[in-house]
């Protein structure tokens, strides 16, 4: 036990350090933590050993990061996407192998070797390049679409990878056909429900298994979070969340399949749930943390020894590797038409081999298909590869995309696309009434309230709408809160409105924040914490139906709309006074006591005034509208014109 | 160089419509001296500040309407406008001569054709003759009238290629009436000041 607290503790010391440093130079976080994981590693030995064990924990964080973006997805928009998967994806992947195979094969390899390498390298790092795309807000660019596609096949054709690559130790041919099935779980065996079944059954398994993922996630989610949000319980739901992730996983790995693809797969079933932004929010920090573990653990992985012992070989294929992927990746980007600084940005993100890499060189290993020598050299490629990725984007950010922006000054359209999406929290009688505005005009809004029938009741008429407590941080920023041009609250809580707009105005200053007051009070509660725009929910409503009386009275509609007018600039103008009257005074029952109290009379007074029309005939300064000229006034011109008579 | 501060009250109800008045105004934004005042913007529910629109009057020395020709007159706001702003006793009538002395004028565009305006064209009045309503206006409050700044044939305008040439001839016109370089008397004597701005324009000075 005491060695475990020592052992986290100095990953966990790494991370704090390392990662907030790489971050202030610009490096991002992925750098960080590799950084970190090099100098606990094999720069001071303070790790060592179990540094496999943890990766393969580890390699849950890549786990729930494909959950994550397959909550992104909805299916609509991955069967939108086909052609860019199959297409980008399948030509990378395809091309890449050939290439890479084609080399070894000049190196005198045996082609089987030569064919694993390729596939090997035809691989690039999701968790990177996905993470650092989110980190610098890539991800909506065409670049990083295009770039997400070809992840997404990669990730995909790992499972037949794995299911194949043990058919390439020709001699065992036969012994391996039985060994493939059992073997493809993954490549630290332990347990598994389909060794030694005949091809066919293997086949339904899987089929099953896929089947139980999907109709689960399409029927069974959502009575299961109705069940748990019932409870009011966060951490319940945090449970849920994960027995989710952890099961499919299981799942997965029981039959043989990539648990990466399985919790995918469930995440893009959940992707048109109203839970989803609760459910990102719920996993968001796991992800995080294992993550960067992972990549603590690749840091840490790298063999001084070997990689000085070969330091010209290895570092000569690893840009090697590089050049040639990033070479493919631009050819591709002609092809497919990608245009401008994205072109750049496809080509330069993917130019890595990934965490996949890892697991295919293991698993190869243990198929005896790549001698052990070569599967040590080739790791560290992998992992420099790796190392070299935030360097590659850096080298996008300083020196590609400050080019672009000089040229693409003219045209400024594209970047309109993105309008930015409006977050309404709170969707009761108020905030619905808003909503309906802004989708009439074809604004993008994502509506989050903690009452799931309402959110159900909105569902059904074609509303976005989510399950979540608005006020929680994690799940403003999995709304996208950042990329948000405005956020409208119209929670029902007082007290929690506040609050949300003085968090809100203090780590998004450049969101816009709108929000509904429910009295005078409250409204100046709303304006001391910094919002934007403040309605109160009754102001106007009252107004309209006062002058619907006034109009029952027989007042003709069109002076009742002017006095309408009046008493509102009326209003307007003492707001002002009146809310330092407000916040002059001392909290509390108190507030409303004495100077506040004078000058609210005063108000009503003004208004009064406002009101009351000078009546007498002729033509009165006071009443500012249309007034007549006083009788008789045309008598004063002569027949000349006016101008005449200036001296 | 005496400097002249230029009034643009502009009006157009559907501006993200607008072919020519949209560039005109953008153009007239950038000219220093000159401020620009967005009818609708400013006053969306018609509701208009009388105050405030009579004070931007008395601090400035021009006065233009920019507008696009609805039914052979402004948009209504700048009726509404006038209505309310050119009060008895600020812009006309005992002490009202606020306004007296200050060059009026409008900078309109038509879509009929040039020739359409014309006794024997279908709209069979000059549009001099359909303005004789603002030129009185101009009259009895005392403002200098100005011909209007016209363009016809507004609706292919894009299509002729005639905006930037359009757009540039406004500008010089406001910088003309900034500078204090337009010699009244020959503006006034030509029907539109379109076109003719070397008759009127003074060089140097």
Same mark, same amino acid.
């Not at chain 1, 948000?484 to 119209?490: F, G, H, I, T």
């Not at chain 1, 009275?553 to 008493?567: C, D, R, S, T, Y």
């Not at chain 2, 309407?65 to 039914?71: C, G, R, T």
């Given at each position: 036990?005491?060695?475990?607290?020592?052992?986290?503790?100095?990953?966990?010391?790494?991370? #704090?350090?390392?990662?907030?440093?790489?971050?202030?130079?610009?490096?991002?976080?992925?750098?960080?933590?590799?950084?970190?994981?090099?100098?606990?590693?094999?720069?001071?030995?303070?790790?060592?050993?179990?540094?496999?064990?943890?990766?393969?924990?580890?390699?849950?964080?890549?786990?729930?990061?494909?959950?994550?973006?397959?909550?992104?997805?909805?299916?609509?928009?991955?069967?939108?996407?086909?052609?860019?998967?199959?297409?980008?994806?399948?030509?990378?992947?395809?091309?890449?192998?050939?290439?890479?195979?084609?080399?070894?094969?000049?190196?005198?390899?045996?082609?089987?070797?030569?064919?694993?390498?390729?596939?090997?390298?035809?691989?690039? +790092?999701?968790?990177?390049?996905?993470?650092?795309?989110?980190?610098?807000?890539? =991800?909506?660019?065409?670049?990083?679409?295009?770039?997400?596609?070809?992840?997404?096949?990669?990730?995909?054709?790992?499972?037949?990878?794995?299911?194949?690559?043990?058919?390439?130790?020709?001699?065992?041919?036969?012994?391996?056909?039985?060994?493939?099935?059992?073997?493809?779980?993954?490549?630290?065996?332990?347990?598994?429900?389909?060794?030694?079944?005949?091809?066919?059954?293997?086949?339904?398994?899987?089929?099953?298994?896929?089947?139980?993922?999907?109709?689960?996630?399409?029927?069974?989610?959502?009575?299961?979070?109705?069940?748990?949000?019932?409870?009011?319980?966060?951490?319940?739901?945090?449970?849920?969340?994960?027995?989710?992730?952890?099961?499919?996983?299981?799942?997965?790995?029981?039959?043989?399949?990539?648990?990466?693809?399985?919790? !995918?797969?469930?995440?893009?079933?959940?992707?048109?749930?109203?839970?989803?932004?609760?459910?990102?929010?719920?996993?968001?920090?796991?992800?995080?943390?294992?993550?960067?573990?992972?990549?603590?653990?690749?840091?840490?992985?790298?063999?001084?020894?070997?990689? !000085?012992?070969?330091?010209?070989?290895?570092?000569?294929?690893?840009?090697?590797?590089?050049?040639?992927?990033?070479?493919?990746?631009?050819?591709?980007?002609?092809?497919?038409?990608?245009?401008?600084?994205? &072109?750049?940005?496809?080509?330069?993100?993917?130019?890595?081999?990934?965490?996949?890499?890892?697991?295919?060189?293991? !698993?190869?290993?243990?198929?005896?298909?790549?001698?052990?020598?070569?599967?040590?050299?080739? +790791?560290?490629?992998?992992?420099?590869?790796?190392?070299?990725?935030?360097?590659?984007?850096?080298?996008?950010?300083?020196?590609?995309?400050?080019?672009?922006?000089?040229?693409?000054?003219?045209?400024?359209?594209?970047?309109?696309?993105?309008?930015?999406?409006?977050?309404?929290?709170?969707?009761?009688?108020?905030?619905?009434?808003?909503?309906?505005?802004?989708?009439?005009?074809?604004?993008?809004?994502?509506?989050?309230?903690?009452?799931?029938?309402? #959110?159900?009741?909105?569902?059904?008429?074609?509303?976005?709408?989510?399950?979540?407590?608005?006020?929680?941080?994690?799940?403003?920023?999995?709304?996208?809160?950042?990329?948000?041009?405005?956020?409208?609250?119209?929670?029902?809580?007082?007290?929690?409105?506040?609050?949300?707009?003085?968090?809100?105005?203090?780590?998004?200053?450049? #969101?816009?924040?709108?929000?509904?007051?429910?009295?005078?009070?409250?409204?100046?509660?709303?304006? @001391?914490?910094?919002?934007?725009?403040?309605?109160?929910?009754?102001?106007?409503?009252?107004?309209?139906?006062?002058?619907?009386?006034?109009?029952?009275?027989?007042?003709?509609?069109?002076?009742?709309?002017?006095?309408?007018?009046? !008493?509102?600039?009326?209003?307007?103008?003492?707001?002002?006074?009146?809310?330092?009257?407000?916040?002059?005074?001392?909290?509390?029952?108190?507030?409303?006591?004495?100077?506040?109290?004078?000058?609210?009379?005063?108000?009503?007074?003004?208004?009064?005034?406002?009101?009351?029309?000078?009546?007498?005939?002729?033509?009165?300064?006071?009443? &500012?509208?249309?007034?007549?000229?006083?009788?008789?006034?045309?008598?004063?011109?002569?027949?000349?014109?006016?101008?005449?008579?200036?001296? | 160089?005496?400097?002249?501060?230029?009034?643009?009250?502009?009006?157009?109800?559907? @501006?993200?419509?607008?072919?020519?008045?949209?560039?005109?105004? @953008?153009?007239?934004?950038?000219?220093?001296?000159?401020?620009?005042?967005?009818?609708?913007?400013?006053?969306?529910?018609?509701?208009?500040?009388?105050?405030?629109?009579?004070?931007?009057?008395?601090?400035?020395?021009?006065?233009?309407?920019?507008?696009?020709?609805?039914?052979?007159?402004?948009? +209504?706001?700048?009726?509404?406008?006038?209505?309310?702003?050119?009060?008895?006793?600020?812009?006309?009538?005992?002490?009202? =001569?606020?306004?007296?002395?200050?060059?009026?004028?409008?900078?309109?565009?038509?879509?009929?054709?040039?020739?359409?305006?014309?006794?024997?064209?279908?709209?069979?009045?000059?549009?001099?003759?359909?303005?004789?309503?603002?030129?009185?206006?101009?009259?009895?409050?005392?403002?200098?009238?100005?011909?209007?700044?016209?363009?016809?044939?507004?609706?292919?305008?894009?299509?002729?290629?005639?905006?930037?040439?359009?757009?540039?001839?406004? &500008?010089?016109?406001?910088?003309?009436?900034?500078?204090?370089?337009?010699?009244?008397?020959?503006?006034?004597?030509?029907?539109?000041?379109?076109?003719?701005?070397?008759?009127?324009?003074?060089?140097?000075?």
């Amino acid at each position: 036990m005491t060695s475990y607290f020592i052992q986290a503790f100095i990953y966990l010391v790494a991370a #704090v350090i390392a990662v907030p440093l790489a971050k202030r130079f610009g490096l991002g976080s992925v750098l960080g933590y590799l950084i970190a994981g090099t100098v606990i590693g094999p720069v001071i030995g303070l790790v060592g050993e179990e540094t496999t064990t943890i990766q393969h924990f580890a390699e849950f964080g890549v786990v729930m990061m494909l959950f994550l973006v397959g909550l992104e997805l909805e299916p609509r928009m991955l069967w939108g996407m086909r052609n860019r998967l199959l297409g980008l994806g399948g030509l990378q992947v395809g091309l890449t192998a050939a290439i890479v195979m084609g080399i070894a094969l000049g190196f005198n390899q045996p082609w089987s070797i030569a064919l694993a390498i390729g596939l090997i390298f035809s691989l690039s +790092s999701t968790a990177i390049v996905l993470q650092t795309f989110n980190e610098k807000g890539l =991800t909506k660019t065409e670049g990083g679409q295009n770039a997400f596609s070809v992840l997404l096949f990669q990730d995909i054709a790992v499972i037949p990878m794995l299911a194949f690559i043990p058919l390439l130790a020709l001699p065992e041919l036969i012994a391996q056909a039985q060994q493939a099935v059992h073997t493809a779980a993954d490549h630290h065996e332990e347990l598994s429900l389909v060794a030694g079944l005949p091809g066919w059954a293997y086949g339904l398994v899987i089929t099953a298994s896929i089947a139980a993922v999907v109709v689960g996630g399409h029927f069974l989610s959502r009575p299961l979070f109705k069940f748990v949000a019932g409870s009011g319980l966060r951490e319940i739901f945090t449970a849920t969340a994960l027995m989710l992730v952890v099961g499919i996983a299981a799942l997965m790995s029981l039959v043989g399949l990539s648990p990466a693809l399985g919790t !995918f797969i469930a995440g893009v079933m959940l992707a048109n749930s109203e839970f989803r932004h609760e459910l990102e929010s719920n996993i968001e920090p796991f992800k995080g943390l294992l993550l960067g573990l992972f990549f603590i653990t690749v840091g840490a992985g790298i063999r001084f020894d070997v990689l !000085f012992g070969e330091f010209f070989t290895i570092i000569g294929l690893t840009l090697a590797v590089i050049a040639l992927k990033a070479a493919v990746l631009f050819v591709l980007a002609l092809i497919f038409r990608i245009k401008g600084s994205n &072109r750049w940005l496809f080509t330069l993100s993917l130019a890595q081999a990934g965490e996949f890499g890892f697991v295919l060189l293991s !698993f190869s290993t243990q198929n005896h298909v790549l001698p052990a020598e070569i599967v040590q050299t080739l +790791s560290l490629v992998v992992a420099l590869s790796m190392f070299l990725t935030p360097g590659l984007f850096i080298l996008f950010d300083k020196v590609i995309l400050p080019r672009y922006e000089r040229q693409s000054n003219q045209r400024e359209e594209d970047v309109i696309e993105e309008k930015g999406t409006v977050i309404i929290a709170g969707i009761g009688r108020f905030g619905q009434i808003v909503n309906r505005v802004l989708v009439a005009n074809g604004v993008k809004t994502v509506v989050l309230d903690h009452q799931a029938d309402q #959110v159900d009741n909105l569902r059904r008429i074609n509303t976005q709408a989510y399950f979540g407590d608005a006020t929680r941080p994690d799940l403003l920023h999995t709304a996208g809160v950042e990329e948000a041009a405005m956020v409208v609250v119209a929670i029902d809580n007082q007290e929690a409105s506040v609050e949300l707009v003085k968090y809100l105005k203090h780590s998004f200053p450049k #969101v816009k924040v709108l929000a509904r007051a429910f009295d005078r009070g409250h409204g100046y509660q709303l304006r @001391q914490a910094g919002a934007d725009v403040i309605e109160s929910e009754t102001y106007h409503s009252a107004l309209e139906l006062g002058a619907a009386a006034m109009r029952e009275f027989g007042q003709h509609p069109f002076l009742v709309e002017q006095q309408k007018n009046a !008493f509102k600039r009326a209003e307007d103008a003492q707001s002002d006074e009146l809310y330092a009257a407000w916040n002059d005074e001392s909290e509390g029952s108190e507030r409303y006591d004495n100077n506040y109290v004078k000058l609210f009379m005063a108000l009503e007074e003004r208004i009064k005034q406002a009101m009351a029309f000078d009546r007498s005939d002729g033509h009165s300064m006071a009443e &500012r509208s249309w007034t007549p000229p006083p009788k008789g006034y045309a008598d004063q011109f002569s027949e000349d014109d006016p101008s005449s008579k200036e001296s | 160089m005496a400097t002249k501060r230029v009034l643009v009250l502009y009006a157009h109800p559907s @501006q993200h419509r607008s072919e020519v008045n949209f560039p005109l105004r @953008q153009a007239a934004q950038e000219v220093e001296g000159v401020t620009l005042v967005d009818l609708y913007y400013e006053y969306p529910n018609f509701d208009i500040c009388i105050d405030r629109e009579q004070k931007r009057l008395l601090s400035h020395d021009v006065v233009i309407f920019q507008f696009p020709l609805y039914w052979y007159s402004t948009p +209504s706001i700048l009726k509404e406008w006038q209505d309310l702003i050119l009060e008895y006793g600020f812009a006309y009538g005992q002490e009202g =001569t606020q306004l007296h002395g200050k060059p009026f004028l409008c900078a309109l565009s038509a879509g009929g054709k040039a020739e359409a305006y014309r006794a024997d064209g279908y709209n069979h009045f000059t549009i001099g003759e359909l303005l004789q309503p603002l030129e009185q206006m101009a009259n009895l409050t005392g403002m200098v009238y100005l011909p209007p700044f016209a363009i016809f044939g507004s609706r292919t305008a894009v299509e002729d290629k005639r905006v930037a040439g359009h757009v540039e001839q406004y &500008r010089q016109l406001l910088h003309a009436l900034v500078d204090d370089k337009v010699d009244i008397k020959a503006a006034q004597a030509l029907p539109i000041l379109t076109d003719n701005l070397r008759n009127f324009i003074k060089d140097g000075a």
